[in-house]
């Protein structure tokens, strides 16, 4: 086996086994391959072995790919920070944009003419710079991405923070969530958990994880 086959392979054995501690199905649990600053060479190595949700953080990287590997069927999910003037652009590639966060954002991801997948993204840091909503504001801006044609609320995206143990801001992911089933039944999903703490992360009910490095190998620029 290769080296990537053999870190898929070995992280796809941890899910399972979290799941099962967790007392949950690994069918429920959706692993995107985050290959952000990897050439295009590895996500089709990834595909060969059967991946078929890959992460891009970058939207010109993320395109650039897309285009090239278009006959893989791959799905992409974009997980990072997204600029509004290029909201309409990711949309015409992505299958899932897990950062929405702001008003301004879901304006431009508006559309009269397909459907998005799409996540909340909320901020469990108290670095306002980290990206997501507040949890104060997360109820408006669920509002807002229901009342917008063009979009559909699959659930709440989060990055645990530094420094600090990753379950219990889980946990409060986890509360957050429940609290948006109750206007919003189906946005169920929850999309958190990384190489360090995906474990955590199932434990807390995570139904998509976004793994990179375990996979992946280390990232060759910065990222
Ligand atoms: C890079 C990235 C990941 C994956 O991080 P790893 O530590 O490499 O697993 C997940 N989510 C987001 C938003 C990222 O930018």
Redesign the pocket.
């Known amino acids: 086996m290769s080296a990537l086959a053999d870190r898929l392979a070995s992280v796809q054995g941890s899910i399972a086994d979290a799941a099962r501690d967790a007392g949950r199905h690994p069918n429920e649990i959706t692993t995107i391959v985050?290959t952000?600053f990897q050439p295009a060479s590895l996500v089709a190595e990834l595909a060969a072995l059967g991946v078929q949700d890959i992460?891009e953080?970058r939207h010109q990287e993320a395109q650039a790919k897309a285009a090239e590997l278009a006959s893989l069927g791959l799905r992409w999910h974009f997980?990072?920070q997204l600029q509004t003037k290029k909201a309409r652009q990711v949309r015409a590639y992505a299958n899932a944009i897990?950062?929405v966060d702001r008003p301004a954002l879901v304006e431009a991801l508006r559309s009269d003419e397909s459907t998005i997948d799409c996540f909340v993204q909320v901020n469990l840091t108290e670095d306002p710079a980290r990206g997501g909503v507040e949890p104060d504001g997360l109820d408006d801006l669920v509002e807002l991405v229901l009342g917008t044609p063009g979009l559909r609320l699959r659930g709440l995206m989060g990055?645990a923070p530094l420094g600090e143990p990753a379950r219990p801001a889980f946990g409060r992911m986890r509360l957050l969530s429940e609290r948006v089933r109750r206007t919003a039944p189906d946005a169920a999903s929850l999309s958190m958990g990384?190489?360090?703490d995906f474990r955590e992360a199932i434990l807390e009910g995570a139904t998509h994880l976004?793994?990179?490095?375990?996979i992946?190998g280390n990232?060759p620029d910065a990222?």
């Open positions: 985050v952000k992460g953080n997980v990072g897990h950062s990055v990384m190489s360090h976004r793994i990179g490095t375990a992946t990232r990222g």
